[in-house]
Every structure is written in structure tokens, then in C-alpha cells.
């Protein structure tokens, strides 16, 4: 999916991990890793196309929890508008979220969660927060960032 003329980006993050769901999970399978974006017209997951599970228990055998934690990362600062194409990216027209707002799981982390009707009506959930840490305090900031770009592009035409 191209980007509509005029579309500039406005916040962006790497490292982040989303889960389809409304609140992350307690563990990173079922998840994804990657960038996300806002830009003046959609909010955009760039996918690594995995979780990064794997890698961590490779690493993490072979160098044990604190290699894993160091050195079992996926790397996400290569992704660029070509990850749409890899499995667990997504794009949501700004016009299309519904509600949003930073949270605190059970545990204490805290995340973001972001409610979206797809193309058929059909309404959606997803959550994000870094990859290598519970105690995030930028939910706020992105919630914060969310909610000014729906008010000022949310009317906007997207193609």
C-alpha cells in the first residue's frame, strides 16, 4: 500500500512487539515485532514477520537469560514501508480508530491499545509495547500522539 501524497510521518518507534488483541500477552508468541508509525493519515505496524521467539531461545541457550535479554533482539532499523508485505503488519486509516488509550496490564506494564473497525465494519483490537521492557512510560506519549493526529487528519481523505 502506497502512501497518499502529502502523508508525512509523525511519531514513529522501533522495537515495539503487537499483539491482534486487546491487551499484550504475558509472553511474546502470538506476537509480532517491528515499527510502528503514525502518520498524518493511518497508523502503521512494519512487521519483522515474527516474533522474535525464536532467536531469543537460540541465544538465550547459548548464552543464558541475560545473552538472551543482550544479544537476542530482532533487529527492527531495516524495516521500511516494503515490511507491509510481511506477515503481522497492518495499516489502520486514521478515520478508522475508535478508541485508543494507554493501559496497565495486571502486572504493571503498561502498553497501548488501539480499537479500529477493518474495511467490512468488522471492529478490531490490537496492543503494543517495547519488546525488551514492562515498565514503558511512552504509552501516554502515544496515546497523547494518537488522539492529536485523529482529531486534526482523522477527516482527511485516505487513498
Not at 515485532?33 to 525464536?54: E, H, M, N, P, Q
Not at 478508541?99 to 467490512?120: I, W
Not at 493526529?149 to 482527511?156: C, D, E, N, V, Y
Amino acid at each position: 500500500m502506497e502512501a497518499s501524497a502529502g502523508e508525512v510521518v509523525l511519531y514513529a518507534q522501533d522495537g515495539l512487539q503487537l499483539w491482534n488483541e486487546r491487551r499484550p500477552g504475558f509472553s511474546i508468541f502470538g506476537s509480532y515485532v517491528g515499527r510502528v508509525l503514525l502518520t498524518s493519515a493511518r497508523f502503521v505496524f512494519l512487521s519483522t514477520g515474527d516474533s522474535g521467539a525464536a532467536r531469543r531461545m537460540l541465544v538465550g541457550g547459548a548464552l543464558g537469560p541475560i545473552g538472551a535479554l543482550v544479544f537476542g533482539q530482532t533487529p527492527t532499523d531495516d524495516l521500511d514501508e516494503r515490511a507491509l508485505a510481511s506477515e503481522g503488519s497492518l495499516t489502520i486509516p486514521l478515520g478508522r480508530i475508535t478508541d485508543h488509550g494507554a493501559q496497565k496490564r495486571c502486572d504493571c506494564a503498561t502498553y497501548v491499545s488501539v480499537q479500529y473497525t477493518n474495511e467490512g465494519d468488522e471492529v478490531r483490537e490490537c496492543s503494543f509495547m517495547p519488546k525488551d521492557s514492562v515498565a514503558w512510560s511512552g504509552a501516554a506519549v502515544w496515546a497523547e500522539h494518537i488522539e492529536a493526529a485523529r482529531k486534526a487528519f482523522a477527516g482527511s481523505a485516505y487513498r
